[in-house]
C-alpha cells in the first residue's frame, strides 16, 4: 500500500511569489491533515479535512494560505503571496474514519519550502 | 505559547542504554498523548500512543509513562540500539487520535555505538 506522498520535495521561490504543495493520501483516508515546522519550532497544525469539507482550519496562519481538497481525493495547499517567515517543511498526513478503525495518522515526507 | 513542553532537546546515549525523553502539559482536555520517530527526510511515524486512563503502555522496547495529575508523559527506550537514533516528538490531542496534533519541539537522540 502506497504511503502519503507530497509534491514537491523541494520548492524555492522568492518573496511575493506563489506556490501549490500537493499531497495525495492513502487510498480510502477521508481525513486529510496539514501541518507545518518552522525552522527551530515544533510542528504546528494547519488544518484538518474530512473528505472535501474542512473540518477545523484553526491553524491556517492567514489568508494568503488556501487549501482546497475537491472530490475529497488529494489537496493542495497555496500560499499568494509566499512570505519570508513561510519557509519550513510542511507535512501531509491522512488517517481512516475512526468507524473504520482509524486509530493513526500517517505522515509524508513533507515538502521544504524556501522563501527568498 | 507552548502546550506541550518536551525535554531536552538532544540526548546522547550509550548502545544498551536507556534513552527518556518527557513532555509536559497544561490542557486537561487532551485525551490522546502519541509519540513519533522521524527519520532525516522521511516524516514522523507514530511510535506509540496512550490515552489518560492508562498509566503506562508497553510495545517491545518502548514504553510510555503517564501521570495525569502531573500532565506530564515520558518516552522511555531500553535496551537502545544506534538504529533508534532519530528525531522523537511528543504530541497531544485534544480530538483523540483523529484531532489536530500538538507538538512538542522534539529531541535528536544519537546512541553511540
Known amino acids: 500500500e502506497a504511503g502519503v506522498t507530497q509534491f514537491p520535495s523541494h520548492s524555492v521561490i522568492e518573496k511575493g511569489q506563489t506556490v501549490t504543495l500537493r499531497c495525495d493520501p492513502i487510498?480510502?483516508?477521508?481525513?486529510l491533515y496539514w501541518y507545518r515546522r518552522v525552522m527551530g519550532k515544533e510542528i504546528k497544525f494547519l488544518l484538518h479535512?474530512?473528505?472535501?469539507?474542512?473540518?477545523?482550519e484553526s491553524g491556517m496562519p492567514n489568508n494568503r494560505f488556501l487549501a482546497e481538497r475537491t472530490g475529497g481525493t488529494y489537496s493542495t495547499l497555496k500560499v499568494q503571496p509566499a512570505e519570508l517567515e513561510d519557509s519550513g517543511v510542511y507535512f501531509c498526513?491522512?488517517?481512516?474514519?475512526?468507524?473504520?478503525?482509524?486509530?493513526?495518522?500517517?505522515f509524508g515526507p513533507g515538502t521544504r519550502l524556501t522563501v527568498t | 505559547q507552548q502546550q506541550v513542553k518536551q525535554s531536552p532537546q538532544s540526548l546522547i546515549v550509550q548502545k544498551g542504554g536507556i534513552s527518556i525523553i518527557n513532555c509536559a502539559y497544561e490542557?486537561?482536555?487532551?485525551?490522546?498523548f502519541p509519540w513519533y520517530q522521524q527519520f532525516p527526510g522521511k516524516g514522523p511515524a507514530l511510535l506509540i500512543a496512550?490515552?489518560?486512563?492508562?498509566s503506562e503502555k508497553k510495545e517491545g522496547r518502548f514504553t510510555i509513562s503517564f501521570n495525569k495529575s502531573a500532565k506530564q508523559f515520558s518516552l522511555h527506550i531500553m535496551d537502545s540500539q544506534p538504529g533508534d537514533s532519530a528525531t522523537y516528538f511528543c504530541?497531544?490531542?485534544?480530538?483523540?487520535?483523529?484531532?489536530?496534533?500538538?507538538f512538542g519541539k522534539g529531541t535528536k537522540l544519537s546512541v553511540k555505538p
Open positions: 498526513a491522512s488517517s481512516q474514519d475512526y468507524r473504520q478503525g482509524g486509530y493513526e495518522q500517517y
Open positions: 479535512f474530512v473528505k472535501e469539507s474542512k473540518q477545523d
Open positions: 490542557n486537561t482536555a487532551f485525551d490522546y
Open positions: 496512550i490515552r489518560p486512563d492508562v
Open positions: 504530541a497531544a490531542s485534544p480530538g483523540g487520535s483523529q484531532g489536530n496534533l500538538i
Open positions: 487510498s480510502g483516508h477521508d481525513n
